[in-house]
């Protein structure tokens, strides 16, 4: 596609429920990034993919997020057991190259709400 | 761990003024800055990208750049209009990650 797809852009869950973050990268991107971004906050790093290799996952924050790309383009984010404090707009970006230089596009993200 | 600050938090200019939005950061061993734009509910659009060993770079109306070893930026954006309105981040490139700032919240008046 033409640019970073993320779906769905808006989830509202209860308290306690699982949730599934999907993201598409731009066509042919190597790197995949994902952030969390808390009202009136910047994006918070969260991790990194190369390929399907996740080579860091120190920003998530807990052992209840879990992301996965098995086949080096989709991407799934997942929270188990969610809480309020989840509540934010989780953001994918994905970049050409494995080049640190590389600028990273960014998709419009997923609203996620946590009753 | 890297700090980005960016002041004014909000700002509110009219019409046709020019913007000067300010961003530091305390770890200089950066690859990149980019400056972002953000419209309520939307995600990050990519402004402009100022490699490490770059001092400026320009796209139109915008002006970006860089003192890397006193932690700096400055985004210029000339001329404003109404369209302008939007949070500006600011973000340094570390390894693997961009580090943010909390953004300048604009609104350009009529």
């Known amino acids: 596609g033409a640019g970073v797809s993320q779906s769905p852009r808006y989830k509202v869950a209860k308290r306690g429920q699982d949730v599934a973050l999907r993201c598409d990268p731009i066509s042919g991107h190597v790197s995949l990034f994902w952030y969390q971004q808390a009202l009136g906050q910047g994006p918070e790093f969260l991790t990194y993919f190369q390929n399907e290799a996740q080579l860091d996952k120190s920003g998530l924050p807990s052992d209840r997020f879990f992301a996965e790309r098995p086949e080096g383009s989709v991407s799934t984010l997942k929270i188990q057991r969610t809480q309020q404090e989840d509540s934010a707009v989780y953001l994918c970006a994905s970049s050409s190259s494995r080049g640190p230089r590389e600028p990273q596009h960014f998709g419009d993200g997923t609203r996620l709400s946590i009753l | ?110």
């Open chain 2, 1 to 110: 761990k890297q700090e980005v600050t960016q002041i004014p938090a909000a700002l509110s200019v009219p019409e046709g003024e020019n913007l000067v939005l300010n961003c530091s950061f305390t770890d200089s061993a950066i690859y990149n800055l980019q400056w972002f734009r953000q419209d309520p509910g939307k995600g990050l659009t990519s402004l402009l990208l100022i490699q490490s060993s770059q001092r400026e770079q320009t796209s139109g109306r915008l002006n970006a750049s860089l003192d890397k070893s006193s932690g700096r930026s400055t985004l210029y954006i000339a001329a404003s209009q109404p369209g302008d309105s939007a949070t500006y981040l600011c973000a340094v490139k570390g390894n693997n990650r961009l580090a943010f700032g909390k953004g300048n919240q604009v609104v350009v008046i009529p």
